[in-house]
């Protein structure tokens, strides 16, 4: 089960037996609108705060997860999700929803992959027939928690990122139809002492480099075992510094078959989105919408996404602490040779 | 492995290799005071901020549990952490230090039982040697960030609790002397429509006895099968009332042998501590520092942990939300009969 230091490798991997993605307006104005279960038009969701729209895109996505597996919410056995707000309340008001057993994770838009990670583990060890790994993340609600209110309009640097409002969420089960979960690498936290919560970008890109060596290190594969490599959300100045070391640090990675969800899920051209996207729904989305898509289209089978999450909080910032970031690396295999 | 709906029950029990507990003056100042490793007079810890003080309870215990153990960093293969701070950033500074694989995890104050769980999960799949299980807590970090800044000296209302200043780590092992954790409840979130933040003990008792009612349901054991059931920080409000659920729902709990952390890590009469303790390092100091060494001593051989957390954040309170809460059991066996 443990290979090297910090990687699960599943002798019986488990099955993402169905996903579930919901997007807010910007996510649908970009390239990747057609591969989205839900789309809503407003940021409010009918709701009467950000926060309650945060929540409701969690529950629809776990909603419809649970539907798409043809199961009902008797039949999952655990909940693993977390989200970016304070003390994970969109996590935790899905999981009353829910009404099933539920492990709060926090990695920030690292998330992802640690809820993934963690549902497929609890599935390959019997702990459960079933589990959903889910996040969700909203625009407003994270500029209005981590950097300022929203109604100040304040403009923002180049190298600052967009946060994607949405929700993904997957079940998990033991055996069935679907693409496996096979392998995941576990993150440390990697902090190269960068302090502006504006380039969070630069800040992750070593924590997502860190873990992919970990990974290769750990298995003995090599990059080009997989078909796609994709980091999380590093946008335009994260990818370039983590495709800078990986020539500095030797990992040879065809970068042609290297990309990031927050250059995929916008068009950065052409959206006001500064570098590209972010959030804990960055990468969800797209490995659950777009990803997987490809996966079953037959154009992709073997697929590791290394989803990064900057581990700041606006007190720590504020007190002048440098930025601890992590990445998981979760391998998805399609069973195709 | 999966027993009834939510418990886990482990084929091969890991083991409790090691525990630490560090704490501050006011549980220095109560009846368990012996029983702590590291005590601290000053809630400053020689800090500057009380936010660097709590990382520091973790940074200590999490050093001495694995001094302890006998064991280096090096050997440990996953650090499970949570915190009640933003983001959890004493988790994350506490991680970085560590420098091994980290999960961060949520559950407020049933961090210490959700860590503890998935750190027993982890080691006995195989997917870590040895990890470690661990929270921290700070009465004033938690006073200014979720009730009033602290400067107010603002009063209480007799309902509400005491956070311990403190943290409890435990290095799991998949074999070594010790206690075995032998299963695990996760809890689902109970919610009663309780609004009122100072007084947890109540909202939190509903999910206390959720968890236990799902833990016999699920095994089959009987409550006089433990020597000691102990809840994490209900404190005077929440284990009357637990008292009062276990007899409605004809849960046959000897009374005798049902404690609570919250009233047991202060002299609830002589300390200013209203209706008792609470906090994440609540269940953790008097499990991993009390308990463990009263097991140690052959004073108890089966013991049930039911760490509560209630999972509200300001923001979700302000907004005119309920309070969600959760528990998470966690058994712990000496292995003599």
Chains 1, 2 share one sequence.
Not at 49 to 57: D, G, I, M, P, T
Not at 171 to 176: L, M, N, P
Not at 203 to 224: C, S
């Amino acid at each position: 089960m443990l290979t090297g230091h910090q990687t699960w490798t599943f002798a019986q991997p488990p099955v993402i037996l169905s996903t579930a993605t919901v997007v807010g307006p910007d996510e649908a104005a970009g390239p990747l609108a057609r591969d989205f279960d839900i789309v809503h038009g407003d940021l409010m969701l009918g709701q009467d705060s950000w926060e309650k729209a945060e929540r409701k895109l969690l529950e629809e996505s776990t909603k419809l997860a649970v539907e798409n597996a043809g199961l009902t919410n008797g039949d999952i056995q655990m909940f693993v999700a977390g989200d970016l707000l304070n003390q994970i309340i969109s996590a935790t008001f899905a999981a009353r929803t829910l009404a099933v057993p539920y492990l709060g994770v926090f990695g920030a838009c690292s998330t992802s992959m640690e809820s993934l990670a963690l549902a497929s583990l609890i599935v390959s060890s019997g702990a459960a027939k079933h589990a959903i790994a889910a996040t969700a993340s909203h625009n407003c609600t994270v500029e209005k928690q981590f950097r300022y209110p929203t109604e100040y309009g304040s403009q923002k640097p180049p190298t600052a990122q967009y946060t994607v409002t949405g929700s993904g969420a997957a079940v998990i089960g033991a055996s069935g139809e679907g693409p496996r979960v096979t392998r995941a690498t576990i993150g440390r936290v990697v902090d190269m002492g960068i302090k502006d919560p504006f380039n969070m970008g630069a800040a992750m890109a070593p924590a997502a480099v860190d873990t992919i060596q970990a990974h290769f290190r750990d298995t003995g594969l090599e990059p080009g075992d997989y078909d796609m490599i994709v980091t999380g959300d590093l946008a335009s100045v994260g990818y370039s510094i983590a495709r800078e070391l990986f020539d500095k640090h030797n990992v040879r990675i065809d970068q042609t078959n290297y990309y990031d969800c927050g250059l995929l899920v916008y068009d950065v051209e052409r959206q006001s989105v500064q570098a590209g996207g972010s959030g804990c729904a960055c990468s969800a989305v797209v490995t659950y919408g777009h990803l997987l898509k490809r996966m079953k289209a037959g154009e992709l089978n073997r697929l590791l996404v290394v989803a990064t999450g900057a581990l700041l909080s606006p007190l720590s910032y504020q007190q002048g602490e440098s930025i601890p970031c992590i990445a998981h690396a979760v391998a998805i295999e399609s069973g195709r040779s």
